[in-house]
Every structure is written in structure tokens, then in C-alpha cells.
């Protein structure tokens, strides 16, 4: 009786009493919280069906949520890995130096968490690597408007198989969210490719390409690396080599991204003994007082939701953008710079939560660089920039009230019990083409040892 009065309890109050807990002897402590974790979960799931949180395996690929229209496929995947990483695709560079330099994976790798490692993503016109890619900077030979710049920060391809649409303001993508956009569908621009009427990610894929200059998906491909033409004819048989094709195929590999070797992915599948005691005490603030499940939800701890918190735009002297850094830019205005309507005004997409510990950088604009700073930042609920009318800032954002102890705990949820650290099975080990990867350039070769 008295055990059960106590798991009571910690239900209850959840982290703040969980916190003052440490006179229990370990063992009944981690069945406590066990017990208690559980049951705040099921409270969380629809149907309290604790699965509501299970990533698939990577290579599960009939649990992978997919396109109708673009149905996942080994060969279609295994493609899709290889011109991922392929700095081949580069054929469209603005200068000559820059063709066969930088591809999909250098602002989305997986020693970053498959982001870009630094605070703004830089494909052609980049130089050098680093560890997790934080020292690519700018070749001084690029003045700003050859740059190929990522003008908000890199959004993960992890788990994005669960996002209908794409990017901080969700543009990509013809169904979802998106119904309804279609005006905003502008010819001439890369969201004119949302007519081609695939998800998000599908779209989001088939436009980069264009966008980033990787456009040497076509027949002279194969030409050159006669493998490329084994495999897209294995993926896609008796259709053409083409963008559209080259696109569904990266989008494939992506849907496979998922961290379903995180320790709360082990711990849901039953390994109670994945969680340390302070990560389960973090996930019960996180389901609870922290009340972050509110918006983050689901196997990737996403949602498809927008909301205005107030966060800074990605400016300051170690951030290339042509024009300077001008405080209106589109991408600073969240959804409503996609959609027009003026309630979505500097509302950017709920993002999903793993393998954010190698990042260095979070916030659409890369202004926090820890997720304890993320963590405290909502906490306080101040915003951070005086852009953000106040009637635009979201309803949920208020103070919470957390102690240091419960901010310390969320930060070892989200940091440690959130981390796969075994990413490297998603990278091939080497391309037709023999390049370096995930960057191609004379520095990043260096720093790569390629």
C-alpha cells in the first residue's frame, strides 16, 4: 500500500517530486518512475497506446509512413542514399570551381544529427568541414550572390517521414496543411513544384535539386558513372533519369532517416534499463510540466502546427545572405510569408526533437546554441526578438515555472534519451563517382582526410 501511495505521488507532481526522491533505494526508484513514466505516456497517446511513440526501424520500410505515389522500395532507398551524398549532382554551379563540390548531405548530415553543423547551411561556395561540419565557411573567391546559402537554418532530415510538408514555413507539399495554398503556389519558383501534387517531402526533394544547383540528375548520369544507370533502372524501371525521378529516390532514403536506436525508442520497446533515472525524470517534465508534448507529439516528437515564440532570424557577422541582413527577409516571416494570411505571421513549424546534441545551433534561427538555452527560453517566455507583435506570439507561450533541477532533468531527456548514436548505418561507404562526401571541395577534402 505504501508503494503504491508513493508512485501516486510521483504521478502526480510529477518532476518537482521526483527530484527530491534520491533517499529511495535505486532499484525502487527506477520502478517508480518507470511506472510513473508509463502511465503519463498513455495519458499523452491517443488510446493510451504507448506505441504512439515508437519510431520503426529504418529498414522496416512497410511501418515507414510514405507517399501514395512514391511507394518505398529497397532499390528505390539504396538510390536514393547515394545521390543524397553525391557531389556529382553539382553541374549547375554559378562558378566553374564550384561543380562537383557540395551535395544534398552538406547541410543535412549525419554527423550533425543530418543537419548542417553550424548556423547556416552552405553548399556551393563553401570551404573547409570541421568535425560536424561547424567550420565551413565561405570561399572568399564567392561574393555573396554566387553563394549558395541556406537563408534560415537547415531544417533536419531526421524523421521526416512523419512531416506531411516541408521546411520552417511548410511550403512544400500539395497535401495537409497545404490544401488549400494553392495560390501561393507561384510559377516560375520552386514552390510552383507542389503542382506536381506529391507530400511533402517528395516536393521539398524535387525542388532542391533545382534550388541548389544539383542538376546532373539526367542520362549523361549514367553516361558517366554506369552504375547510376543499374540503379535507376532498378528503382524506377522503364522511366526516365530526370530530376522528378532523382527527387522521389532522395526522398525514399529520407523517409528511412529514423532514430529508432535513441534510448526512449529502446526504452519503449521494453528495455526499461535504456533510461538513466535523471532522463526519466526528464521525460515526465516533458510530458508534463513542462507541457512541451502540447506541440511536440508523435514518434518524432513533431507536429505538423506553426507557432509565433518570439525567437530571432539567422543574422550576425558568420552569416552570408545577399542583400546584408535585412530584418523582413521571407523566410523571417514563418507561414504567413508562405500563405499571405496575416494570423501566421512569424509562426514556423514545430520541429522534430532528436539527435539534437550534435547541432550546435537551435531556433529557426540558430540564436540558442544549447537545448538547455532552448529549454530556459520557453521557460521564461520572453521573446527574444521585438519583431514579433505581441498579439502574434503564441497562446501557450508563458512562463512555466520550472526549477533548475526540472530544467536540468528535461535537458538529459532531450539531449541524451533522444540521441541515436549509431547514424553512420544511413551513409554509404562510398559513390560511383569516388567523390569526397559529404563535401567535395579542396579544404573540406583536407579536413575529411579524403
Request: with cysteine.
Amino acid at each position: 500500500m505504501e508503494r503504491r501511495v508513493r508512485w501516486i505521488i510521483l504521478l502526480v507532481l510529477g518532476g518537482s517530486a521526483i527530484a527530491g526522491c534520491e533517499a529511495l533505494g535505486s532499484g525502487d526508484e527506477a520502478s517508480e518512475l518507470d511506472q510513473a513514466l508509463e502511465a503519463r505516456l498513455a495519458e499523452a497517446a491517443p488510446g493510451g497506446d504507448l506505441g504512439f511513440f515508437r519510431l520503426p526501424a529504418g529498414a522496416d520500410l512497410a511501418s515507414i509512413p510514405q507517399d501514395p505515389r512514391n511507394p518505398l522500395s529497397p532499390a528505390k532507398v539504396e538510390l536514393g542514399r547515394l545521390l543524397f551524398h553525391e557531389p556529382a549532382l553539382l553541374s549547375a554551379p554559378k562558378r566553374p570551381q564550384g561543380r562537383s563540390t557540395a551535395s544534398c548531405a552538406s547541410c543535412h548530415h549525419a554527423r550533425a544529427g543530418f543537419q548542417a553543423g553550424r548556423r547556416q547551411g552552405i553548399g556551393e561556395g563553401g570551404m573547409g568541414f570541421g568535425v560536424r561540419g561547424e567550420a565551413r565557411t565561405r570561399d572568399p573567391a564567392y561574393g555573396l550572390g554566387d553563394l549558395d546559402v541556406q537563408p534560415i537554418r537547415s531544417p533536419s532530415a531526421m524523421n521526416a517521414a512523419y512531416q506531411s510538408v516541408m521546411l520552417w514555413n511548410g511550403q512544400f507539399g500539395a497535401l495537409g496543411p497545404n490544401a488549400g495554398t494553392e495560390a501561393a503556389w507561384t510559377a516560375g519558383t520552386p514552390k510552383e513544384t507542389n503542382r506536381l501534387g506529391y507530400e511533402g517531402l517528395e516536393t521539398q526533394a524535387i525542388a532542391a535539386l533545382g534550388v541548389h544547383r544539383l542538376e546532373g540528375a539526367d542520362s549523361t548520369l549514367a553516361t558517366r558513372y554506369p552504375r547510376y544507370g543499374e540503379l535507376f533502372a532498378a528503382a524506377f524501371p522503364g522511366q526516365p533519369i530526370d530530376r522528378e525521378r532523382a527527387g522521389l529516390a532522395i526522398a525514399a532514403y529520407e523517409r528511412t532517416l529514423l532514430a529508432d536506436r535513441a534510448p526512449f525508442q529502446r526504452w519503449l520497446r521494453g528495455e526499461r534499463g535504456a533510461l538513466s533515472d535523471a532522463q526519466k525524470r526528464g521525460a515526465l517534465v516533458f510530458f508534463g510540466r513542462g507541457r512541451c508534448a502540447t506541440c511536440h507529439t508523435g514518434p518524432a516528437l513533431s507536429s505538423m502546427a506553426f507557432y509565433a515564440l518570439g525567437m530571432g532570424d539567422l543574422r550576425g557577422p558568420d552569416v552570408f545572405l545577399d542583400g546584408g541582413n535585412e530584418l523582413a527577409r521571407p523566410e523571417h516571416l514563418g507561414r504567413g510569408g508562405f500563405t499571405g494570411r496575416s494570423e501566421e505571421m512569424y509562426a514556423f513549424k514545430v520541429p522534430q526533437l532528436y539527435n539534437l546534441a550534435d547541432v550546435g545551433s537551435l531556433g529557426h534561427g540558430a540564436t540558442f546554441p544549447t537545448v538547455r538555452a532552448v529549454i530556459e527560453y520557453k521557460n521564461r517566455a520572453q521573446a527574444e526578438t521585438g519583431l514579433v507583435p505581441s498579439e502574434r506570439l503564441a497562446e501557450g507561450f508563458v512562463p512555466l515555472g520550472l526549477t533548475d533541477e526540472e530544467i536540468a532533468d528535461l535537458a538529459r531527456f532531450l539531449e541524451e534519451a533522444l540521441y541515436d548514436p549509431e547514424l553512420e548505418r544511413y551513409v554509404p561507404v562510398a559513390l560511383p563517382s569516388g567523390a569526397c562526401f559529404p563535401v567535395n571541395d579542396p579544404q573540406g577534402k583536407a579536413d575529411l582526410g579524403c
